[in-house]
């Protein structure tokens, strides 16, 4: 208790000698509503907890490398250059990682017929073998397309709930049974213009 | 039972079902009923109204219609990987008999029991596995072979 105490004074104390005004990131410059001129308030997640590395090149060549990733990207798209696709979708209330001709399981109905093909629309990352597109946090629906297919409208085996309080002569039992769908993931199309 | 005590198994599709077209996989329905029975009143009452726009709506499956001396009516179900399920239709009006065929229609043939993951991959890893040493610099610089003391 004491050791941890004293190590939060010491990231306190490190905290207060470095130079605050460096410190630029996103989330800051996005809010710019604070009176005393500080941009956002100070926790300890601010900043990382390792020691802040200038990078060794200068912003015009970080600009340039930039650039040239993205035409390296630019260019395999274009000429179709990629094998195989994942991408990582939300759905139902989760997320997925999808690849073509795989299967998932969602706990609730579609509103869909066994047979009909679905567009997944909300797309965080797309990734082939040499490189990843991370959306911000969605991805373009021009960019990616994912189809998938109902195969499967059915139920779950049948759950037993039970609750039981022990020498309070109480238990209770249910059986719950969920419908379940059955997706075929398609496929994962990326289209030629990135932007 | 608990998850433990009951069979289960992983999620899969027969034969790759969606991949290309989707096949519906109910192969076969029989309708066991009785003429007089009064427990088969929604099952008799199923056939004069249902049964043909069923039949219709799904081509790929055959309907069978059998009126026998019975006393429980049933409704068998035969899958293309060859399971077969039984349900029992006593006392069930025509649109409860409806809603259970449009069920079983809808289910490929595989066992109702827990299934351990609700995703199934055949490749699951593109980049490629992690292991210890992927994207790490070598500590050591490159390996050469040593030269003999001697030369």
Redesign the interface.
């Known amino acids: 208790m004491s050791a941890s105490m004293a190590y939060a004074g010491l990231w306190r104390t490190c905290r207060m000698l470095l130079p605050r005004h460096h410190v630029l990131s996103p989330a800051a410059i996005r809010t710019q509503s604070s009176a005393s001129g500080d941009l956002m308030p100070w926790t300890s997640l601010s900043r990382p907890p390792w020691p802040e590395q200038p990078s060794p090149y200068s912003a015009e060549e970080e600009q340039s490398r930039h650039a040239a990733v993205v035409s390296t990207v630019n260019q395999r798209i274009n000429l179709r250059d990629f094998?195989?696709?994942?991408a990582v979708v939300h759905f139902a209330g989760r997320q997925?990682k999808v690849?073509g001709?795989?299967?998932?399981?969602?706990?609730n109905h579609i509103e869909a017929e066994?047979?009909e093909r679905i567009r997944m629309e909300k797309v965080l990352l797309v990734?082939?073998?040499d490189f990843?597109l991370i959306g911000r946090p969605l991805l373009g629906k021009e960019l990616v397309r994912i189809e998938a297919?109902?195969?499967?409208?059915?139920?779950?085996?049948p759950k037993?709930h039970m609750r039981f309080w022990k020498r309070h002569r109480f238990q209770r039992k249910r059986i719950i049974i969920q419908p379940q769908t059955?997706l075929?993931i398609?496929g994962i199309e990326l289209a030629p213009r990135l932007t | 039972m608990t998850s433990r005590g009951t069979p289960s198994r992983f999620l899969r599709s027969v034969l790759q079902n969606g991949v290309g077209r989707y096949v519906c996989q109910l192969k076969r329905i029989s309708i066991v009923f009785s003429k007089k029975a009064q427990s088969s009143l929604g099952a008799r009452d199923f056939i004069e109204e249902g049964v043909v726009d069923y039949a219709n709506k799904n081509p790929g499956t055959v309907v069978y219609v059998s009126p026998q001396p019975c006393r429980v009516p049933k409704i068998v179900a035969e899958y293309l990987n060859g399971n077969v399920r039984e349900e029992t239709i006593t006392s069930k009006t025509s649109q409860q008999i409806s809603e259970l065929l449009t069920k079983l229609t809808n289910q490929s043939g595989l066992e109702i029991i827990r299934i351990r993951k609700p995703f199934h991959t055949d490749s699951p890893s593109i980049q490629g596995l992690w292991h210890p040493f992927t994207n790490r610099p070598p500590s050591i610089g490159p390996l050469r072979p040593q030269k003999p003391d001697s030369q």
Do not use: M, P, Q, Y
């Open positions: 094998g195989r696709l994942f997925w690849t001709e795989d299967l998932i399981l969602i706990e066994c047979g990734g082939a073998e990843t297919t109902v195969i499967e409208k059915t139920e779950s085996w037993v059955v075929r398609n």
